[in-house]
């Protein structure tokens, strides 16, 4: 893991939108200790992707065949994740009803269990109706996913982690949606220390976005999912094209990329 330390002891100015924004009062931040060894914008942004895990295609195209292509067409359940927004995105459908019924959930649990043993759906803008079954912790069957796949263990504690100090991050986010949460395709291995980027809104500062479009361009350029629908795609189509126009651009400083 390679570290670009500053050669002089100015304070460098390239992070302060990042750790302060438009405070007119910078307190102190435990992150300036590790930004402050880069010397500019640019040298984070690699590090960052240099150190980041992908998955390798091969992993993507197996689970494409074998996870998502087979439960759709025999109209099995899902994964997604439990969100307080649920009942944005979920919906009840009886067997005698003639429709759907919006369901609101008071927490995770109550939505894990009721999603085991009723027929949740997923239903997007696009009218989409996928069956799904809520994750029981959030992550759960996403490690289970890298474990079986890539056959590496992760966030599961260091008796059997493989891999510890990495957080599951998921690029294109959309965690309630069941063709994004468990796909290894919208899916990394970020270091910890690193992770916190990722977790900032868009527009937290230019560099958030910056690695956040690298990241997406990168994982769809890599992968080219076949899972996705027509409508799906069309509807991320101006994101698509700003992402994989950022990728393209890293990927000219050719970094040194990890593939599990």
């Known amino acids: 893991m390679q570290i670009y330390l500053k050669t002089n002891n100015i304070m ?10 438009e405070n007119s009062e910078k307190t ?3 992150l300036s200790s590790l930004l ?10 690699k590090h960052f992707i240099e150190n980041t895990i992908f998955f390798k295609k091969e ?30 995105h979920f ?11 919006v369901k609101k959930f008071k927490n995770r649990k109550e939505a894990h269990d009721f999603s085991r043993e009723n027929n949740l759906y997923y239903k997007s803008d696009n009218e989409e109706e996928i069956l799904v079954k809520i994750d029981k912790d959030g992550n759960y069957e996403v490690r289970n996913q890298i474990a079986k796949y890539s056959k590496i263990r992760v966030s599961q504690g260091t008796l059997i982690s493989n891999y ?36 900032k809104p868009d527009d937290n ?10 990241m997406k361009g ?40 990890t593939f599990i």
């Open 91 to 101: 919906r009840f459908k009886s067997e005698n009803g003639r429709g759907f019924s």
């Open 12 to 21: 460098p100015e390239w992070y302060n939108d990042l750790l302060y924004k």
């Open 164 to 199: 510890t100090n990495y957080t599951i991050s998921h690029i294109w986010g959309k965690t309630e949606h069941p063709l994004f949460f468990t796909a290894l395709w919208n899916i990394t291995l970020i270091p910890t220390y690193l992770a916190f980027i990722l977790d």
């Open 218 to 257: 990168l994982c769809y350029d890599f992968y080219q999912p076949t899972i996705l629908t027509i409508k799906e795609k069309e509807k991320e189509k101006e994101e698509l094209k700003n992402a994989i126009e950022s990728a393209k651009k890293a990927q000219i400083e050719n970094y040194n990329l």
């Open 36 to 45: 402050d060894r880069f010397e500019s914008e640019e040298l984070f942004i």
């Open 205 to 214: 500062s230019k560099i958030v976005k910056k690695i956040k479009l690298i």
């Open 28 to 30: 102190k931040d435990g």
């Open 59 to 88: 992993h993507i195209v197996k689970q494409e065949n074998e996870y998502f292509k087979v439960n759709l067409e025999k109209n099995e359940k899902l994964f997604v994740r439990f969100s307080t927004k649920s009942q944005k």
